[in-house]
T-cell receptor
Framework: AQKITQTQPGMFVQEKEAVTLDCTYD???????LFWYKQPSSGEMIFLIY??????QNATEGRYSLNFQKARKSANLVISASQLGDSAMYFC?????????????FGTGTRLTIIP | GAGVSQTPSNKVTEKGKYVELRCDPI?????LYWYRQSLGQGPEFLIY????????DSGLPNDRFFAVRPEGSVSTLKIQRTERGDSAVYLC???????????FGPGTRLTVL
């Protein structure tokens, strides 16, 4: 089974609308972390937001929030008030295990295009 | 401050040749990671260092791949007898300590002809 599944290869969203990017994960480890990264056409991976498996509240960072549903094993990224600069590839990633387990496993990504 | 830098930005080589890819982490970051990203895929973990030692090299695909970080700062990824299937973008990342988010460099695009 895939560790990280992103089912939306591409999305088109009107500027200023909110957008939800889907991510489901598969792990049997009770301790894990979930990350979202943005990759513009320049290629650099930009960290957006992190959610730990024991965190009680959903993570938020500015216009980014993570809709964490542990029982469903989903960690969807929500971008509010989308902007043209949000056009990029978005990757969901997971780190399994406790301290010292640093390997990130990435999904295949979603290409988001914001339409003016 | 300066981010993670990688050199060269592009490398074209012929099948069977040896290549070295360099990564300069953010100053003071103790952990350093290498990933490989093939076209249309997410990054794939190769190896990570804590200080000078390789803490996890489980992602290296075979013994043609090797990485070093002799002084706990700059790292070099070495690929021997390159194959066309090695063509990809090689990404380096660093973090100030374990358990933190990883900060990525711009990558080196390797093309094996």
């Amino acid at each position: 089974a895939q560790k990280i599944t992103q089912t939306q290869p591409g999305m088109f969203v009107q500027e200023k609308e909110a957008v939800t990017l889907d991510c489901t994960y598969d792990t049997s480890d009770p301790s894990y972390g979930l990350f979202w990264y943005k990759q513009p056409s320049s290629g650099e991976m930009i960290f957006l937001i992190y959610q730990g498996s024991y965190d009680q509240q959903n993570a938020t960072e500015g216009r980014y929030s993570l809709n964490f549903q542990k029982a469903r094993k989903s960690a969807n990224l929500v971008i509010s008030a989308s902007q043209l600069g949000d056009s990029a590839m978005y990757f969901c990633a997971m780190r399994e295990g406790g301290f010292g387990n640093e390997k990130l496993t990435f999904g295949t990504g979603t290409r988001l295009t914001i339409i003016p | 401050g300066a981010g993670v830098s990688q050199t060269p930005s592009n490398k074209v080589t012929e099948k069977g040749k040896y290549v070295e890819l360099r990564c300069d982490p953010i100053s003071g970051h103790t952990a350093l990671y290498w990933y490989r990203q093939s076209l249309g895929q997410g990054p794939e973990f190769l190896i990570y260092f804590q200080g000078t030692g390789a803490a996890d090299d489980s992602g290296l695909p075979n013994d043609r791949f090797f990485a070093v970080r002799p002084e706990g700062s700059v790292s070099t990824l070495k690929i021997q007898r390159t194959e066309r299937g090695d063509s990809a973008v090689y990404l380096c990342a660093s973090s100030p300590y374990l358990g933190n988010e990883q900060f990525f460099g711009p990558g080196t695009r390797l093309t094996v002809l």
